[in-house]
């Protein structure tokens, strides 16, 4: 019987010159190694992620210190307040809250009253530990919902909901507010679906003889909303704008589960191609649950 020959696999199936992996790593020039290559793309996207969250991070901290010297805005408004309601619309952060702290300082020096109210408890609480820090704390009380603190203070900061309330009560009661300057931050809450009859409220029934100072940093159309509250109060409203954009900037990140941080746009203002990829990811794996 003619004896059969068996290939052997070892040699890939062809006599001669052995191929393996040793081989042929030894022939390719490292330039084209592919671990070599990985290696070097996952090093310059490390790169590219660090040059982005040091952008993203830059500048961020305490300022150095320096003189403060107001805004020509800030300046305007409390000369504007001499003599009628003022509603003053800037950024945030530009010192909105500077203007009405100064006046409140000019009437407590004079021995005279003011109320702050703002939409929420936290910040209401926040601008109370504030003006007690700025005023001392016996020039301060606070009233929420939640609490009710030295209420015979010449200064009140609390919701803008207990401030129309006790104007309901002076109503009823036919006694008066005692309160020479009114301070309605964040004032655009009035155009506010479920809240917004607060505000109105509380401007239509605050006596002529107060002053009102309202703040906003999204009012986009002042000039109207200035001449409302002038139809409604028979007192003349100014109107005093910052103009420019917002002095702090903005900055949007993401913080991935595996703790790196990303930039949510790029230079160019688009969503970051990292994120958009893990969200599309997330939507197919909603889609393969669902099936």
């Not at 952060?93 to 702290?101: D, E, L």
Request: net charge positive; glycine share 8%.
């Amino acid at each position: 019987m003619r004896a059969m020959r068996t290939r052997d696999n070892s040699r890939g199936g062809r006599r001669g010159k052995r191929f393996d992996d040793k081989s042929l790593s030894s022939r390719r020039p490292p330039s084209e190694d592919p671990a070599r290559q990985v290696g070097a793309f996952d090093d310059s996207k490390a790169q590219s992620r660090l040059r982005e969250a040091r952008q993203l991070l830059a500048g961020i901290g305490t300022p150095a210190q320096q003189p403060f010297k107001p805004d020509r805005f800030q300046l305007d408004a409390l000369a504007a307040l001499e003599f009628e309601d003022v509603l003053v619309t800037a950024p945030t952060g530009s010192g909105k809250t500077w203007i009405a702290r100064e006046e409140i300082r000019r009437l407590l020096e004079a021995g005279r009253r003011a109320w702050y109210t703002t939409p929420l408890k936290a910040l209401t609480n926040s601008k109370y530990q504030e003006f007690g820090d700025e005023f001392g704390a016996a020039q301060v009380g606070i009233l929420t919902g939640d609490r009710k603190e030295n209420t015979d203070a010449p200064l009140i900061v609390g919701t803008t909901e207990i401030f129309r309330n006790q104007l309901f009560d002076s109503l009823r009661g036919g006694s008066d507010v005692d309160a020479d300057l009114v301070v309605l931050d964040e004032a655009h809450y009035l155009a506010d679906e479920d809240r917004g009859h607060v505000w109105e409220e509380a401007i239509i029934l605050t006596p002529p003889r107060i002053r009102l100072l309202l703040l906003s940093a999204t009012v986009g159309n002042p000039d109207q909303f200035a001449a409302w509250i002038e139809e409604v109060r028979g007192v003349r409203c100014g109107v005093i704008t910052r103009p420019g954009a917002r002095p702090v900037p903005l900055r949007a990140a993401m913080l991935l589960p595996d703790k790196r941080l990303l930039p949510l746009v790029n230079e160019h203002g688009r969503l970051n191609p990292e994120i958009a990829r893990l969200i599309e990811q997330r939507r197919e794996q909603r889609r393969s649950r669902d099936r």
